[in-house]
């Protein structure tokens, strides 16, 4: 399942690809350099030895970042990737300079030591810095000084998703729904620390007529599986792994509530609530200093709880659980807020009016 990061660099490629002169440049995992099309965007993916602390190990990156940049009006970055950072300070690039922040570097601390010098240069060096929601900003350790270069522009639902759910939401019936005595939860993502699987099971095992399906795969699946068995809920909780489109369809329209139980703010923002509310269900959602918070409103759109409080969470299940009324009011404020407030053509359309800006200049 692609990360936020690659579906945002997506969906902005592909959108403005026949309004702009558009080239991704990139890095594989582990491999020789491939050049292609990707439904009708240029893609390069440079040659990479591996990864050292999620970073790929490629000099052919940096290469290829100076002989592209010269091309290129606008140099639009997606960070965190300290790798682009040394790209384009060794470039020497003089045209502008556009910086995607999707979250601050939580996790490699000892990375920071030498990568914070090379940052904050680039954030000197921004000609913009785009962030999804005000959140980003008040919740980053770095970007308030440079909140005058700062522009919300909110990702983006895509079309088909919303085709998806306006055909689901065209043929459920109250009457179905209604009809269910057991509750179900559902988690889309990679089972990774920060995600909170952990805390959500933890929480499952506190709540009653409830059931889970975590769908996505990682690291942390096999500890995650034990615990359920450990907790006495593992006929409760299915682990689907990675699935299809159309598999990940059907777990959103057969689902009661959606729930992001992040723990860190390594959640920057969490698309799949926005994919979730389109199919109009609550979230559950955690109070992270990040833009988590702002995309699924508390008693708005469903409920935020305190990040790696099963009790919490516990609660907030059990409400939306034991209240049906509840659970369509958040889910109708949901399905209408992204619609109107994440639209996919909205953000295309903003990057591109910042493009048009910088160009001018």
């Not at 949901?334 to 639209?343: D, H, L, N, V």
Request: charged share 30%; aromatic share 8%.
């Amino acid at each position: 399942m692609p990360g936020g990061i690659e579906r945002v660099v997506q969906d902005i490629a592909e959108g403005l690809n026949d309004r702009t002169d558009m080239e991704v440049l990139t890095c594989q995992v582990k491999g020789r350099e491939t050049v292609e099309k990707v439904r009708g965007v240029r893609v390069r993916r440079c040659a990479s030895l591996g990864t050292f602390c999620s970073l790929p190990a490629s000099p052919t990156f940096l290469i290829q970042f100076r002989k592209k940049a010269r091309e290129k009006d606008i140099v639009h970055l997606h960070l965190p990737f300290p790798l682009a950072d040394l790209a384009c300070l060794l470039s020497r690039y003089k045209g502008k300079v556009v910086l995607w922040w999707h979250s601050d570097v939580v996790r490699q601390k000892r990375l920071m030591v030498v990568y914070k010098p090379l940052m904050e240069w680039l954030l000197k060096r921004a000609d913009a810095i785009v962030v999804a929601t005000e959140g980003h900003i008040e919740g980053s350790s770095y970007l308030k000084p440079y909140r005058q270069k700062c522009c919300v522009i909110p990702f983006g639902v895509e079309k088909n998703v919303i085709e998806n759910a306006d055909r689901y939401l065209a043929q459920k019936t109250i009457e179905e729904n209604q009809a269910n005595e057991t509750c179900r939860f559902l988690f889309i993502g990679r089972l990774v620390y920060y995600k909170g699987c952990d805390v959500l099971l933890r929480a499952l095992a506190k709540t009653e007529g409830t059931v889970l399906e975590i769908v996505g795969d990682g690291p942390m699946r096999r500890e995650l599986e034990e615990l359920a068995r450990q907790l006495a809920i593992a006929d409760r909780v299915s682990f689907s792994g990675n699935v299809s489109d159309k598999e990940l369809c059907k777990a959103l329209g057969e689902c009661d509530v959606f729930v992001l139980p992040s723990v860190a703010k390594s959640e920057a923002f969490g698309i799949v609530q926005i994919e979730a509310m389109a199919y109009g269900k609550p979230v559950i959602n955690t109070d992270l200093p990040s833009g988590v918070p702002y995309v699924s409103i508390n008693g708005e759109t469903g409920l935020t709880v305190k990040p790696g409080d099963a009790e919490a969470l516990a609660e907030a299940m059990q409400t939306l659980s034991n209240d049906f009324e509840l659970r369509k009011q958040y889910g109708n404020a949901a399905a209408k807020r992204a619609r109107e407030r994440f639209r996919i053509e909205e953000m295309q359309e903003a990057v591109l009016r910042l493009y048009e800006k910088l160009a001018e200049e």
